[in-house]
C-alpha cells in the first residue's frame, strides 16, 4: 500500500468532529451569503432572521451526510423544490465554493471525502429538481 492509499485509508476512517463541520458550514455560507449569484437566491429563500436555524438544520444534514449521525431528518429535494431563481446553471458556483473552502479548511484526502459526497448530492438535486423526460422542447 502507498503512502498515499494510507492517508486515504486513514481520513476515510476517521470521522469528521462537529467542530470541523460547525467550521465547514459557517464558512462556507458566509461565502455563499457574499456572492453575487447565489447570496440574493438565498437571502430570498432564508431571510435574515432564518440564518441561524438554517445553519443548524446544515450542520446536522453534513453530520449526517459525513458522519451517518441521523441527526438530519428533513427531505433536502422536497425543500430545494420552492426556492425561487434556483437554477441548474448555480451549481456549478456552488460546487466551486464549496470544493475551495474545503480546500482551504481540511487537508486534500478529506477534502476530496466531502467534495464527492458533495458532487453525488448537487446531481441528486440537479437530477430531481431539473431532468424531465417528458417535457415538450
Known amino acids: 500500500m502507498s503512502a498515499s492509499d494510507r492517508a486515504q485509508a486513514r481520513a476515510d ?3 469528521f468532529t462537529d467542530e ?5 458550514v459557517e464558512t462556507f455560507y458566509a461565502r455563499v451569503r457574499q ?8 437571502e430570498r429563500a432564508i431571510g435574515e432572521d432564518g440564518w441561524p436555524q438554517h445553519l443548524a438544520t446544515l450542520k446536522d ?3 449526517s451526510v459525513l458522519n451517518t449521525s441521523g441527526r438530519y431528518k428533513g427531505q433536502p429535494m422536497v425543500a430545494h423544490q420552492s426556492v425561487e431563481g434556483i437554477t441548474e446553471g448555480l451549481f456549478t458556483p456552488w460546487l466551486g465554493l464549496f470544493h475551495q473552502t474545503c480546500a482551504d479548511l481540511f487537508d486534500a484526502p478529506r477534502a476530496a471525502i466531502i467534495g464527492q459526497k458533495a458532487e453525488r448530492i448537487a446531481k441528486s438535486l440537479k437530477l430531481g429538481l431539473f431532468f424531465k423526460p417528458d417535457a415538450v422542447a
Do not use: Q, T
Not at 20 to 24: F, G, Q, V
Not at 35 to 42: A, C, D, E, N, S
Open 13 to 15: 476512517a476517521a470521522p
Open 20 to 24: 470541523e463541520i460547525d467550521r465547514l
Open 35 to 42: 456572492h453575487h449569484r447565489l447570496g440574493p437566491i438565498f
Open 61 to 63: 444534514f453534513w453530520s
